[in-house]
């Protein structure tokens, strides 16, 4: 992309509230990955606090993902349905309040049924979002915007961890407090989004269609897609849970400083992310979705094996890299997949795969934690990785896993 970042051209039908619309969508967008991320700088604290075990206290940053799982496919149907501003301005006040209680809950138990009912609200942000943005361009123009939305997820990862590994210095619940941006977004979504989506081809699918089972029958393709996502999410979500204990284990444990080497993988997919359409055009879907897992395998290696601060502030960076390329690309890919009268569902099960593995995470890898080590969890994630990566370069030749451009 050259020049500065300004609105790529948008459906007429949209008229002069286009750039508005982009504005709130993209800073809805950097709310998606701090929905746990902003917690991480603090799970160790909150982990000696609560006398909790390291995948207790993993829970507490991806619980929310098992409510945002089960609710994805009604959120899609739903905004289908009355379309994006009604289900994402309700989403986002849901986002803020349900978030926001983790200020002045004490109890574990009570906490993370907070964190279940603040999953229903992420689940409404990430998939009004990302189909608001959808909605708004076509071709060339949309690729831009979903590089600029892996960008500003980015930049949510590098701004509201920050914010909170500074809150953190108070208490681990003061955090809580970022969350609470979401109700100033909802009432903005209100007023600059349009009130109805335009009628589109397709957009009337019957029931038969618009059903989760019959979509994955029509569209095989897509569960490659959201099994790729999962998989990316778990990988990701080690990170954000293990990195500060890994950190901890070399004698860091600032929660500022902390943040900071969390930040720093959000730094670079957000350079990278505002570069996507040039490497799509260059490279193709598939050869980015490889390069990603390569990266993502070298960089999950590097945070098992090195003692080097220097290395541990690396390897997220280069995590970051792949995430930039990985995001917009499997969620073109979904939305290349399904006409646009089913997009909402699509894109919702997209939401889901993405769901589930932040709910799995550390559900898979705090076992392993416990029965080896850190080093042993990152190992086992550079493995999940790098058998992808095996995966994806076996069938691409014959018979890609996902789509051949």
Known sequence: MTGGLSAPTARPARGTRSRSALFVLLLGSTLTVMAGAVLAPVVEVLRADLELTGAAAGLILTSHGLSMALAGPAVGRAIDHWGVRGPLTAGLLLYGIAGGAGLVITSYPVLITSRLVFGIGAAIVFTGTTLGLLDLYDDAARDRAMGWRSTAISVGGVLWPLAGGALGAISWRAPFAVYLAGVPLGLAALCALPAHRPAVPGRRADNRGQRVFALIRSRPRLLGIYGLQAVAT?????????????????????????????????????????????????????????????IWTVALATLAIADAPILLLA???????????????????????????????????????????????????????????????????????????????????????????
């Open 234 to 294: 778990v990988l990701l979500y080690g990170i954000l849970v293990f990195l500060p204990l890994r950190l901890a284990e070399v004698g860091i444990t600032d929660t500022l400083l902390v943040a900071v080497f969390t930040a720093t993988l959000s730094v670079t997919m957000s350079l990278v992310g505002l570069c996507y359409a040039q490497f799509r055009a260059r490279l193709g879907q598939a050869r980015l979705l490889i390069l990603a897992f390569g």
């Open 315 to 405: 390897a997220p960076a280069g995590f970051g890299v792949g995430m930039g390329l990985a995001v917009p690309a499997l969620t073109v890919l979904v939305a290349e997949q399904v006409p646009a009268g089913r997009r909402g569902l699509a894109t919702a099960l997209l939401a889901t795969a993405t769901f589930v593995g932040q709910f799995a995470s550390p559900l898979l890898l705090g076992p392993v934690q416990a029965a080896t080590s850190v080093t042993g969890t990152f190992l086992t994630t550079a493995g999940l990785a790098g058998g992808t990566l095996i995966v994806l370069l076996v069938r691409r030749p014959s018979r890609p896993l996902i789509i051949s451009r």
